[in-house]
């Protein structure tokens, strides 16, 4: 039995007495990786039932958790052991809170406990041995609009599914995966493993590539260009096809009947739902690639699940309401970054984030991987943006800043320092980007841009980016600037930057003085505490100049900082290698500012949202 | 420059219709082998007004003279008769007298104008059915004409497309200003038979689909179309698989024959040293029993094909698809049996977009015919109604005066048959169309099944049942409650029996 790190990192924050399920998956001979756990409510319905579908397939249930003495472990334990399936051997975790000492891992053999010991893998194993696949396929759905015929149907529809005639073919080659003659490809065999498989994608630098991605090819750190953004496993990109085909009759067997049509009035009427889903699954990439068809067919099911129990949810509560109307679902992936794996959801089309069912619902759900529910995981917003798409998207018209360019930097040097960086993602924008002069006055700007689009991708808003204008605009609208501002080349310093943030994105920001650069350094605990707590990018104006800072680095005995900046006044193409060996971005010691020039910095504080 | 290649039975075919009519036009049913060979398949003599000519043997026939009408209509005929693997490529002449195949003679100007009416009856008569192929529709075709006085042939390549600077083309392709234009074609005739290599692929039909209109009564012909144009859609997007393997698009298939024997040769020594398959490679192993099969059969080394087609809502933008209500839906079902014959020159691309063709015009062809036959194009007002369209039968066409059965190259055409009809129809259709003798007997019936007509019955009844086991589940449980009753009420009455007739023992004593 193998935990990863990140999950012991998880385990470790449940400061509650409270018990719950794990999830793991199986692979090799037999070994189980513990990837994920719940918490249980004390009351009512198991959760496990609620959430069990949003898992990648392979992702099972496989045992009981126990944080602390809780009281109601006993009614839940026996509960959740006989809804394990994939072993006969359910593992039970003892946990003390807030600290892995003492916790006692056992299988659960004939009604004993049977105490096993434990490995622990890594993160960068974990990204490096498991992969997960990604399925796109689309369904039409003829209903009744009633939870038991949504049920039925659906049940016709994953019987359909089952019925060996989908092939799977991985996009952008031409490996097809059928049910009677397994992956065909020159190179395997019956004993090729998933990892061959991902050795045959296809690499950007073999389909036509622009500037952009040679760079990203050249930068220190190979960037893998079958994954997500953010995420550092590989993803396996697959379309779905149906063989149209039946077996010919063989021997005295009648031939296949001739086509024939019916047309039949339904009275009441039903309803068409579409449903195009993106299923994943985990797969170890020692698996054997026989395995794979039957791993793509369970992740198909567990997403039409995943969309029943949204429809049905739908119609349930709607039940007090005048008029029943079924909406869209679509799934949506989320990779929260203490989960290390994905976690997928279904939301229907043209209902809000906002709505209070849908929040109450997120709530639940942070509730039950103890999440805070100060921050957002699940609003659309916080989506995995996978490479496939955005490459997909980088080809039309679209343009997007270089991501995270801070990665693959060289180290600060400090002695014995700690490195508090920005947490979450980021867009690095500066100078002269989309076509705007601004060299000169626009670094600011710049730095709010860059401070935007982490809100952004952390899923806060859906907001775009605000440009110069809409910023003077906004300056303007609020009597802060007079109506001369808009369209003018001046600058703006910290204080406006929090008045944008609190207009635009509904930020507060703190602000901080600093009388003079040789200052800065009594700063660096402060900003370590931001980093800690808020983990977003900040601001810092002086002189005639603002930068953006991402992190620090700082050692508490000398009390010696570095700061990790990104500037924006770099006015060159969007090339991370450049960028990174010029020192667009990099590590800066304290003669990188000024002396006598005072600061300002605006620190941006995450609102609670969830 | 383009080349056609004839056979020695096409040249005693023109022979013999200049012969007998002295002057003869039909129509040219060919293979495109690769860009630059067109192979003849098969010549038809138009046969449409030989009736009315009986008296008039002796009237000298130009090609002013030609209907354009019946040349149109045998045209269209042959083209739904022949596999996706063949088309009608051109217009023959023949004739008895001399200058018919001179290249400067005005005959040959005037077939500019033939073709040009036969193009504008082609294009009318397919717009109720819009798409024909998945391809783009073919640009070039073959004009030949035989002198039966000079024993000579003349082949041209006429040419619809771009050709002339002021282009100005009509719906289609053809070019109204200049009406296409002759150019110099090659031809040869070719000693040895064609060989031909078949290949086999059902399409199975099974899907539902929602009738969204509730306004009207359901026009059934409008389905159709929408069902043509919705697989015709897919079919482009789909994938062709050959014996159940992706092939590269780009070798010709008589790479993919010589690579699939050295393939099978090697299992089967392999088979033979390891006699238990191992379930690792059943997949190699079923395609080697299957090839045993047919062998058996002697019904040669047929390769099949599979179509996969994707699974999606919609192939363009997914985004924007919405739910919707219904109250009627489309049920097909069956399947549709292709057979069509390549070159090994052809490319698999080719090969793929050929089976893939011959689907989509079995589907066009059977609805036509069937929607042809309608009375009233609406749904009548039944809750259920059925559409049968004719079934799909092949027969070989006699090459090169052997016996069809006897000839391992014979290929096969079709012609659709509706149930209870007999094979005759096919028979003088055969005559009519392509001016082939076929016996009836030899006429293949069972490629496709008569459909199911329990089918539909038996799978309205299947969830009626389905429905009744759920009401019979719902209420064994009332049921149960009101057996316990019964027993209670019995118990109950039994008691008072037994208590009055205690009472009534003491009341007596």
């Given at each position: 039995m193998i935990f990863s790190t990140l999950y012991l990192q998880r385990l470790e924050r449940?400061?509650?007495?409270c018990s719950g399920c794990l999830y793991g998956v199986f692979y090799g001979d037999g070994t189980l990786l513990l990837l994920s756990f719940n918490v249980e409510a004390s009351v009512g319905q198991l959760n496990y039932e609620h959430i069990q579908h949003k898992f990648p397939a392979e992702l099972d249930l496989c045992g009981f958790v126990n944080f602390g003495d809780c009281s109601d472990t006993e009614a839940h334990l026996n509960q959740v052991i006989s809804s394990v399936d994939i072993t006969d051997n359910p593992i039970v975790l003892q946990c003390q809170l807030g600290t892995l000492v003492g916790m006692k891992a056992s299988f659960l053999v004939h009604g004993k406990l049977e105490h096993v010991p434990y490995e622990v893998m890594e993160a960068p194993q974990l990204f490096n041995d498991f992969c997960f696949t990604r399925l796109k396929c689309g369904f039409f759905l003829h209903t009744l609009p009633t939870p038991e015929a949504i049920a039925k149907e659906m049940h016709v529809l994953r019987k359909r599914v089952a019925d060996g005639s989908l092939v799977f073919n991985v996009a952008q080659t031409k490996i097809y995966v059928s049910s009677n003659c397994g992956t065909q490809h020159k190179g395997f065999n019956s004993e090729s493993l998933i990892e061959d498989l991902i050795a045959e994608l296809p690499t950007p630098a073999e389909t036509p590539s622009g500037n952009k991605k040679k760079s990203v090819a050249a930068a220190s750190e190979p960037v893998k260009h079958t994954g997500a953004v953010g995420c550092a496993y590989d993803v396996i990109n697959i379309d779905v096809l149906r063989s149209r085909t039946r077996e010919p009759a063989v021997g005295d067997a009648a031939p296949h009947p001739a086509l024939s049509v019916c047309f039949t009035q339904e009275e009441p009427s039903k309803v068409q739902v579409p449903l195009e889903l993106e299923a994943m699954a985990i797969l170890c990439k020692k698996t054997k690639l026989l395995r794979l068809y039957d791993v793509l067919i369970e992740s198909i099911c567990r997403s039409l699940r995943l969309f029943e129990q949204c429809l049905s949810e739908r119609l349930t509560e709607q039940e007090a309401g005048t008029e029943v109307k079924l909406l869209t679902p679509r799934s949506y992936h989320f990779y929260p970054q203490e989960f290390g794996h994905f976690l997928s959801c279904a939301y229907l089309d043209d209902l809000s984030d906002d709505e209070p069912s849908v929040q109450e619902k997120r709530k639940r759900l942070h509730r039950q991987f103890a999440l805070p529910a100060t921050r957002p995981y699940f609003r659309r917003a916080n989506q995995c943006h996978f490479q496939a798409d955005v490459d997909a998207a980088q080809t039309t018209v679209t343009w997007t800043p270089l991501l995270n360019t801070h990665l693959g930097v060289r180290p600060s040097g400090v002695a014995d320092g700690k490195e508090y960086l920005v947490n979450g993602n980021y867009h690095y924008y500066h100078y002269l980007q989309q076509q705007i002069q601004d060299k000169g006055w626009g670094c600011a700007y710049r730095s709010l841009q860059t401070i935007c689009s982490w809100f952004l991708l952390q899923g806060y808003t859906e907001r775009a980016i605000p440009t110069h204008r809409e910023v003077q605009e906004y300056l303007h609208k609020i009597e802060d600037k007079p109506a001369s501002f808009v369209g003018s080349s001046q600058w703006i310093g910290s204080t406006e930057l929090s008045m944008c943030l609190q207009g635009f994105l509904n930020v507060d920001s703190k602000i901080l003085h600093v009388g003079s650069g040789a200052e800065l350094s009594t700063i660096a605990s402060e900003l370590a505490m931001h980093f800690q707590t808020q983990g977003t990018p900040v601001m810092i104006g002086g002189g005639v100049l603002a930068h953006t800072i991402i992190g620090v680095d700082y050692c508490v005995q000398t009390g010696q900082a570095k700061f990790l900046i990104l500037d924006p006044h770099y006015t060159g193409a969007d090339e991370l290698a450049t960028i990174q060996i010029k020192g667009w971005c990099g590590w800066k010691g304290m003669d990188f500012w000024d002396k006598k020039s005072y600061y300002n910095l605006c620190m941006p504080q995450r609102p609670i949202l969830y | 420059m383009r080349t056609v290649l004839l056979s020695k039975a096409d040249e005693v075919y023109l022979e013999k219709c200049a012969q007998e009519h002295s002057f003869s036009y039909g129509i040219i049913v060919g293979h495109q082998a690769d860009l630059t060979k067109s192979i003849v398949v098969h010549l038809a003599r138009n046969n449409e007004e030989d009736a009315d000519l009986e008296d008039l043997t002796d009237v000298r026939f130009t090609i002013s003279d030609v209907n354009s009408q019946a040349l149109a209509s045998q045209w269209l005929s042959a083209s739904k008769m022949c596999p996706g693997s063949f088309d009608v490529i051109g217009i023959f002449i023949s004739s008895a007298m001399p200058e018919f195949a001179n290249e400067n003679s005005e005959e040959v100007k005037n077939a500019k104008n033939l073709f040009s009416d036969v193009y504008d009856l082609l294009l009318q008569s397919n717009s109720s059915f819009g798409v024909y192929t998945t391809d783009m529709a073919q640009t070039e075709y073959v004009f030949l004409a035989y002198s039966l006085a000079d024993k000579t042939l003349l082949c041209k390549n006429f040419t619809y497309g771009k050709h002339c600077k002021k282009s100005y083309f009509t719906a289609n392709i053809k070019c109204i200003i200049c009406g296409g234009t002759f150019s110099k074609m090659d031809y040869r005739f070719v000693e040895k038979p064609f060989e031909w290599v078949p290949l086999e692929c059902n399409y199975d039909l099974d899907d539902v689909i929602p009738i969204i209109d509730p306004a009207r009564r359901i026009n059934i012909e409008e389905q159709f179309q929408n069902i043509i144009l919705t697989i015709r859609k897919y079919l482009i997007a789909s994938e062709v698989f050959l014996q159940n393997e992706m092939v590269e698009d780009t070798i010709d298939l008589q790479t993919y024959i010589n690579r699939k024997k050295q393939s099978d040769e090697k299992l089967k020594t392999s088979s033979s040293t390891n006699s238990t398959a191992s379930g690792s490679n059943t997949g190699a192993v079923h395609m080697l029993t299957s090839n045993e099969g047919d062998n058996a059969n002697g019904s040669g080394n047929v390769i099949r094909a599979s179509i996969v087609m994707p699974v999606k809502c919609q192939l363009n933008s997914p985004a924007n698809i919405k739910v919707s209500e219904f109250n009627g839906t489309l049920r097909m079902s069956g399947t549709m049996f292709s057979r069509i014959y390549c070159d090994s020159r052809n490319t698999i691309a080719d090969v793929k977009r050929f089976v893939r063709d011959d689907v989509l015009r079995s589907l066009i062809t059977r609805i036509q015919v069937y929607c042809d036959g309608l009375t009233d194009p609406h749904v009548s007002n039944e809750a259920v109604y059925i559409s049968e369209p004719p079934r799909r039968v092949f027969f070989s066409i006699p090459a090169d005066g052997v016996s069809p059965s006897a000839s391992t190259n014979s290929i096969q055409f079709s012609e659709y048959l509706f149930r209870g009809e007999a094979p005759t129809v096919a028979v003088s259709q055969a005559k009519q169309v392509l001016d082939v003798e076929i016996d009836p007997e030899m006429i293949i019936l069972d490629a496709e099944g008569l459909p199911e007509d329990g089918n539909f019955a038996a799978r309205i009844q299947d969830t009626d049942h389905l429905d009744e086991n759920n009401r019979t589940m719902a209420s064994s449980m009332p049921k149960r409650e009101l057996s316990r009753s019964l027993y209670m009420v019995g118990i109950a009455v039994a008691l008072l029996v037994l208590l009055a007739s205690v009472a009534l023992h003491y009341i007596m004593a």
């Open positions: 449940v400061k509650l007495q | -």
